[in-house]
């Protein structure tokens, strides 16, 4: 542990490590470092309190509008009178992802998409693809959102590779990730005989990736990325051993949109005799359609022989409502490693494809409107449009002095900057109205392009204010912001478990009446 870095933290964000602090029972090192003398208890426990009450109001804004339930409400509620509560709650919630404020979260918005996907969830909200006999139609929905993307990452692969392709409705990217890291877990110890599992997976690979090597106790060996934000070939053969079920590439990684060498990376593991998974969750609606408008775009998938299997988001750039995402096969005998069943069971035989038991027809009825609506031409116009303002903020940023753009992406843009606290920038960027990333590892801010950027006027306001943003931070330098320290503090102190243990109080927080 590096003190007097430490110190130096301590001394810049006062506030910050005093609301660590309450977890430092555990860390009696760590402890003695922060209570030097110099520092006023009163003046820690002020500063705690005030950042307490700005996180706690900043989540809890309803609080003082409506009644809180505590318990069931004696009484139901009239609907109306629910309704008209939500409706006030929407119309609060909406302006800043609709007007283009917003780094990600909605990827399409268009108030005619959105009640075309609300209609198809009301006509089929009751069903449940746990009863096929009730509603054959989820079977239907199901299996042809899987034809249809897995498709969609094969085109131009032999016809025996694509009419093996199969996969699974899930609920999001984090379950695809999760059910073919288990998969391969298993798939491992049946095949090969390994009981000490491990995966090789970028540092910039999604956090769903450390939740599945923390669920199913398999060990996750990372490898660093180069300078260009690419999976380390040389650092991933060294990675790779006797006991490592599969490696794992993005295409692209949230963090800076780039996506890995998947060619070099998925042929090395088909060398080693071990599975590969490409996670498109991010980019599988968009890549196959950049490739088509002529953007350069690495190969990723089912084309290439080694990629054993696809995680691709419908909730994202497939402009599903959220609450789907696709996990695609090479083959039916690997997925049999995904499906689980209970034969002696006294409530009947059971057997369920995914982690869940009962799940959402609707949103399957709703996911797969959206794709056989939009169809290839609707993803072709959407990947267009959202590339083309991608292309003009990429210009646009690298203007700027003070920024850097990391690495070569297609439209999800990391920046830094090498003379200012980039997480300052993004906090006049909050002021302003916006929602974007922070990321560390470096420090950097991303926006992930969708079609709420594509409407007049939106990219233009957004250089302007980044523009401003930039001025007004390199204005006043010594400035320190509320929430710039967190992002500095979790990149920069050696305590991370510390860090880990303050995101639980936030998790708390959000569970708080
Ligand atoms: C969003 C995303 C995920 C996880 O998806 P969720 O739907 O949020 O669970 C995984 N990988 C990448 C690259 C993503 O962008």
């Known amino acids: 542990m590096n003190l007097d870095a430490l110190q130096e933290y301590r001394k810049k964000y006062p506030g910050l490590f005093n609301?660590?602090?309450?977890?430092?029972?555990?860390?009696?090192?760590?402890?003695?470092?922060?209570?030097?003398?110099g520092v006023v208890k009163a003046e820690i426990d002020a500063q705690r309190k005030q950042v307490l009450e700005v996180i706690g109001a900043e989540m809890k804004p309803y609080r003082e509008q409506y009644e809180t339930f505590r318990e069931l409400p004696a009484k139901g509620r009239s609907r109306e009178d629910v309704l008209a509560e939500l409706e006030e709650m929407r119309a609060q919630e909406s302006g800043s992802w609709k007007e283009g404020f917003v780094s990600g979260a909605v990827y399409h918005g268009d108030k005619t998409h959105i009640d075309y996907l609300n209609e198809a969830y009301n006509l089929h909200s009751q069903s449940n693809p746990l009863h096929t006999d009730l509603w054959p139609s989820v079977s239907k929905f199901e299996s042809e959102i899987i034809s249809?993307?897995?498709?969609?990452?094969?085109?131009?692969?032999?016809?025996?590779?694509r009419e093996n392709l199969c996969g699974a409705v899930s609920s999001?990217?984090?379950?695809?990730?999760m059910l073919a890291m288990m998969t391969y877990r298993d798939m491992a110890e049946a095949e090969r005989g390994i009981t000490s599992p491990e995966m090789v997976a970028p540092v910039t690979a999604h956090a769903a990736f450390d939740k599945a090597a923390h669920y199913f106790k398999i060990k996750l060996r990372k490898i660093p990325v180069d300078a260009d934000y690419r999976a380390d070939l040389?650092?991933?053969k060294k990675a790779i051993n006797k006991n490592t079920v599969v490696v794992v590439g993005s295409a692209p990684a949230f963090p800076h949109g780039i996506v890995d060498p998947i060619e070099e990376m998925s042929n090395y593991a088909l060398k080693r005799g071990i599975p590969f998974h490409t996670d498109a969750c991010l980019g599988g609606f968009v890549l196959p359609f950049a490739r088509k408008l002529g953007y350069p775009v690495p190969a990723f998938d089912f084309n290439l022989p080694g990629v054993t299997s696809i995680s691709v988001d419908t909730h994202k750039y497939g402009y599903a409502a959220k609450g789907t995402s696709v996990i695609l096969y090479r083959n039916p005998e690997i997925r049999h490693y995904q499906f689980f069943t209970v034969t002696n069971w006294p409530g009947g035989m059971y057997f369920s494809p995914t982690f869940a038991g009962s799940r959402p027809g609707g949103l399957s009825a709703a996911g797969w409107a959206s794709l056989v609506h939009t169809g290839e031409e609707g993803y072709l116009?959407?990947?267009?449009?959202?590339?083309a303002v991608a292309d003009y903020m990429k210009v646009e940023i690298a203007k700027i002095p003070e920024l850097r753009i990391l690495g070569d992406p297609l439209f999800v843009i990391a920046f830094a900057s090498d003379t200012?606290?980039?997480y300052r920038v993004m906090e006049r960027m909050t002021e302003k109205g916006y929602s974007l990333n922070g990321l560390h590892r470096p420090a950097c801010v991303h926006i992930a392009i969708t079609l709420r950027h594509t409407k007049e006027g939106v990219k233009e306001r957004?250089?302007?204010?980044l523009k401003s943003a930039v001025a007004d931070v390199k204005a006043n330098p010594s400035e320190t912001g509320s929430t710039a320290p967190i992002y500095g503090l979790a990149a920069s102190i050696p305590v991370r478990s510390v860090v880990g243990d303050l995101l639980k109080t936030y998790m708390d927080a959000y569970y708080k009446l």
């Not at 897995?150 to 590779?161: C, F, K, Q, W």
Request: aromatic share 4%.
């Open 462 to 465: 957004f250089i302007e204010d």
């Open 19 to 37: 609301l660590l602090e309450k977890t430092l029972d555990r860390y009696p090192r760590l402890d003695a470092v922060l209570k030097t003398p």
């Open 148 to 161: 249809m993307t897995a498709r969609m990452l094969s085109e131009g692969a032999p016809e025996s590779v």
């Open 172 to 177: 999001g990217g984090t379950e695809s990730i």
């Open 234 to 236: 040389r650092a991933m």
């Open 381 to 387: 116009e959407a990947a267009r449009e959202i590339l």
């Open 420 to 422: 200012l606290d980039i």
